[in-house]
C-alpha cells in the first residue's frame, strides 16, 4: 500500500510539473473554455470546431515538408498509432514561416505526408502562427505556454540560437514560435500543458501524452 501511495504521489507531482510548465500568466483557460473555443479550418478548407475533440488529448504542431525536422512526421504518426485509442488527436498545422519549409499547396502537402510518412492524422490548412496574420488559436496557444529554452542536449539546439539571436538578440524572451515542429500539449478539459520545442527527445514528449491519457 506505502508503495502504491508513493507512486501515486510521484504521478501527482509529474502532473503538477507539466501544469506548472504553462499558465505562468496566471490565466484562466476553461474561463473561456480553453481550446474548444476556436475553430480552424482542415486541409480541405472545411472548418474544424474544437469543441468537437472534448475530452481528448491534443498535441498541436505546426510543421513543414522540407525542414530538418520533418522525420518527426513518422514518430508522430508512431505515437498517434500508439495512443489514438486512448483519446489522442494530432492537429498537424502546416506552416510556411520557417525558412520557407512548407512552400507547397494544402494538397500537395497532404500528398507527402501521406506518401512519405504515411500519416493519418488529421491535417490542416496551411497558416500562420507568428505575425498579424497568426491564427487566433495560435495565438492563444502563445499566450498560454511562452517559450521556455531549446534542449541544450539536442546538437541541432546551438545552430538554432545562434540564428534566431543573430536575427533578434532577444528572440529567447518573447513567445513567438521559433521553427518548425514545435508542439503544444492540451489536456481532457482543453487547458495547454506542456509546451515542446523541436529539440525535445520525443520519449519526453511520449511520457507527457502517457500522463494525461
Known amino acids: 500500500m506505502k508503495k502504491h501511495r508513493i507512486q501515486g504521489l510521484l504521478l501527482s507531482l509529474l502532473l503538477l510539473g507539466l501544469f506548472s510548465a504553462c499558465n505562468s500568466n496566471g490565466s484562466n483557460t ?39 525536422f520533418t522525420p518527426q512526421y513518422a514518430e508522430l504518426q508512431s505515437l498517434y498509432e500508439r495512443y489514438y485509442s486512448q483519446g489522442l488527436i494530432i492537429l498537424d498545422f502546416p506552416c510556411n514561416q520557417f525558412g520557407q519549409q512548407a512552400p507547397g499547396t494544402n494538397d500537395e502537402i497532404n500528398a507527402f505526408c501521406t506518401q512519405e510518412f504515411g500519416t493519418t492524422f488529421p491535417r490542416m490548412a496551411k497558416i500562420d502562427v507568428n505575425g498579424d496574420s497568426a491564427i487566433a488559436l495560435y495565438q492563444w496557444l502563445k499566450g498560454q505556454c511562452p517559450f521556455q529554452g531549446f534542449d541544450a542536449e539536442n546538437p541541432i539546439a546551438p545552430f538554432l540560437d545562434q540564428m534566431l539571436r543573430s536575427q533578434d538578440s532577444l528572440y529567447d524572451q518573447n513567445s513567438d514560435i521559433k521553427w518548425n515542429f514545435t508542439k503544444f500539449l492540451i489536456d481532457r478539459e482543453g487547458n495547454v500543458v506542456h509546451r515542446f520545442e523541436p529539440t525535445a527527445p520525443m520519449s519526453e514528449v511520449e511520457e507527457s501524452v502517457k500522463a494525461l491519457l
Open 30 to 68: 476553461t474561463a473561456t473554455n480553453g481550446v474548444y473555443q476556436f475553430t480552424v479550418t482542415n486541409s480541405e478548407g472545411q472548418p474544424v470546431e474544437l469543441a468537437n475533440l472534448q475530452g481528448k488529448v491534443l498535441l498541436i504542431v505546426n510543421t513543414a515538408t522540407q525542414c530538418g
